[in-house]
């Protein structure tokens, strides 16, 4: 395949992500989708959208995908974001699964972990430490470099806003000018993973007690919400509970999900 000009290679681009990563861009956003991607051409030294897009299509190159994929996502997050939301979570939904052994929960599209370590973090507050030693969390996002953060486990500060001081000082180290480390207990019960939602079945051999899928499901078009969310249906335990932002309202969507609360749902026994 050939691209005709710098629209054709733009639009290209912009269907690649839709089909292949369920990111879709609006005709509204469409000038943020361009910024995004032309900072992509430049660090590839490419001439145009064209270019991009044989690089990612007709040719492709792992590393011009994984970067249009990254460059195209969203990772702005911090820690213990909407927090009442996460109170459901710990006044009702981690102690009815805390019996279970393990407990097994995916922070699905995790960007930097930010989201991961909180829950390490509340089900430590909430269970007591030695409930870390059967708590696993998977964390996973499609941009390579983003897991590779959450590995890291080292954040600034300014992703700690919302962070009570208490808990900073609790399970954090100071390491370098105004960053922080996860402490060892907390890094260990969570592992990162690069993954793309949109490749379904998903490859677990294990279900999970919970799943975290929050602020990324409106960058779906209706079919791919509807397709992930049954996904991660078959992939949550019976019991199992879902649990959203309090922005996406999936109930209209027509999924096997009931709701349970606000961004708070469940799969049947």
Same mark, same amino acid.
């Given at each position: 395949?050939?691209?005709?000009?710098?629209?054709?290679g733009?639009?290209?681009? +912009?269907?690649w992500?839709?089909?292949?990563? #369920?990111?879709?861009?609006?005709?509204?956003?469409? =000038?943020?989708? $361009?910024? +995004?991607?032309?900072?992509?051409?430049?660090?590839?030294?490419? =001439?145009?959208? #064209?270019?991009?897009?044989? @690089?990612?299509?007709?040719?492709p $190159?792992e590393?011009? /995908?994984?970067?249009?994929?990254?460059?195209?996502?969203? &990772?702005?997050?911090? !820690?213990?974001?909407?927090?009442?939301?996460?109170?459901?979570?710990?006044?009702?939904?981690?102690?009815?699964?805390?019996? &279970?052994?393990?407990?097994r929960?995916?922070?699905?599209?995790?960007?930097? %972990?930010?989201?991961?370590?909180?829950?390490?973090?509340?089900?430590?507050?909430?269970?007591?430490? %030695?409930?870390?030693?059967k708590? /696993?969390?998977? %964390?996973?996002?499609?941009s390579?470099?983003?897991?590779?953060r959450?590995?890291?486990?080292?954040?600034?500060?300014?992703?700690?806003?919302?962070?009570?001081?208490?808990?900073?000082?609790?399970?954090?180290?100071?390491?370098?000018i105004d960053?922080?480390?996860?402490?060892?207990?907390? $890094?260990?019960?969570c592992? !990162? +993973? +690069?993954? &793309?939602?949109?490749?379904?079945?998903?490859?677990?051999?294990h279900?999970?007690? *919970? *799943?975290?899928?929050? &602020?990324?499901?409106?960058? !779906?078009?209706?079919?791919?919400?509807?397709?992930?969310?049954?996904?991660?249906?078959?992939?949550?335990?019976?019991?199992?509970w879902?649990?959203?932002?309090?922005?996406?309202?999936?109930?209209?969507? @027509?999924?096997?999900?009931?709701?349970?609360?606000?961004?708070?749902?469940? $799969?049947?026994?």
């Amino acid at each position: 395949m050939t691209f005709a000009d710098d629209s054709h290679g733009f639009e290209s681009v +912009r269907e690649w992500l839709s089909s292949r990563c #369920a990111i879709s861009y609006p005709d509204h956003k469409i =000038p943020l989708l $361009r910024q +995004r991607l032309c900072r992509v051409t430049r660090s590839f030294d490419l =001439p145009d959208m #064209a270019a991009l897009a044989h @690089g990612v299509i007709t040719a492709p $190159r792992e590393d011009i /995908q994984l970067a249009v994929m990254h460059a195209a996502s969203t &990772n702005h997050t911090y !820690f213990f974001r909407e927090p009442d939301i996460l109170k459901k979570f710990t006044d009702t939904v981690l102690p009815e699964r805390a019996s &279970n052994n393990p407990v097994r929960i995916w922070s699905a599209a995790c960007s930097t %972990g930010d989201e991961a370590y909180s829950i390490a973090i509340l089900a430590a507050e909430k269970m007591g430490q %030695g409930f870390l030693s059967k708590l /696993q969390i998977l %964390g996973t996002d499609i941009s390579a470099p983003v897991v590779e953060r959450a590995e890291h486990g080292i954040f600034p500060r300014n992703q700690f806003a919302h962070t009570d001081p208490a808990i900073l000082n609790r399970y954090f180290t100071p390491t370098g000018i105004d960053q922080y480390a996860v402490n060892v207990p907390i $890094r260990k019960t969570c592992t !990162f +993973r +690069r993954m &793309n939602l949109k490749a379904t079945p998903y490859p677990f051999t294990h279900r999970f007690d *919970v *799943v975290f899928c929050r &602020n990324i499901l409106y960058y !779906f078009n209706r079919a791919d919400q509807t397709s992930t969310l049954e996904a991660l249906y078959d992939a949550t335990l019976p019991g199992g509970w879902l649990i959203t932002s309090v922005t996406e309202v999936i109930s209209d969507l @027509g999924t096997r999900w009931q709701q349970i609360d606000t961004g708070i749902y469940r $799969r049947p026994e």
